[in-house]
């Protein structure tokens, strides 16, 4: 018994070294800095995406100043086109026109939009790796976060989906569920 306890002191040790040992890592680069800070939010955004049912995709709030406001599919759809539009920006190329209404991909139900949304945030991901120090200050141009840099536009791509997915919250609530990111901690509030 004592050699079995022993044992588990011992696992106990090496897995919280292990887990401090991964806190304290930080980003070795600059597309590692932003990168991590835009898988975060895109983790929330799109476990908010698929927790929505599909029935309430179509839902905007009622109750108060909401005129004019995005459905839920067309938070996430604004969201991934502008995704796209960002990073297109960086590596140079024209981006969609027209993300402030969702952009030209036909993308309509909760599965389209979903992969829509993941499809963005890979690309968005390759684009980021290409960011570095010779070249994270290059002006970029464009009509969705330009003039800038390139560094610039990715800190206002995480940005920006932090700030939908503040909007999409509130869509989550109002139909009575509890955002995911909230529900990891057992929480009904957060």
């Given amino acids: 018994m004592r050699n079995t306890l022993l044992f588990g002191f011992v696992v106990l040790a090496l897995l919280a070294a292990s887990a401090s040992a991964q806190r304290d890592e930080v980003p070795k680069n600059i597309a590692d800095s932003i990168a991590g ?3 975060w939010s895109e983790q929330q955004f799109a ?3 698929e927790v929505m049912p599909e029935n309430k995709y179509l839902f905007i709030p009622s109750a108060g100043n909401f005129e ?4 839920f599919a067309e938070q996430v759809k604004h969201v991934a086109c502008a995704n796209f539009a960002f990073f297109n920006e960086i590596e140079g190329k024209t981006p969609p026109e027209l993300c402030e209404k969702g952009g030209p991909n036909p993308a309509k ?3 389209e939009l979903v992969k829509y949304l993941k499809d963005s945030f890979e690309y968005g991901d390759r684009v980021l790796a290409t960011i570095n120090p010779q070249n994270a200050l290059d002006r ?3 009509r969705y976060g330009g003039p800038n840099t390139k560094l610039g536009i990715a800190v206002t791509a995480v940005w920006h989906v932090a700030d939908h ?3 999409i919250v509130e869509y989550l609530r109002m139909s ?3 955002p995911p990111a909230t529900q990891q901690y057992g929480l009904k509030v957060r």
């Fill in 37 to 39: 800070t835009l898988h």
């Fill in 47 to 49: 476990a908010a995406a």
């Fill in 140 to 142: 970029v141009e464009g």
């Fill in 176 to 178: 009575g569920i509890v």
């Fill in 165 to 167: 997915y503040g909007q």
């Fill in 109 to 111: 139900s909760k599965a």
């Fill in 68 to 71: 004019g406001a995005r459905s």
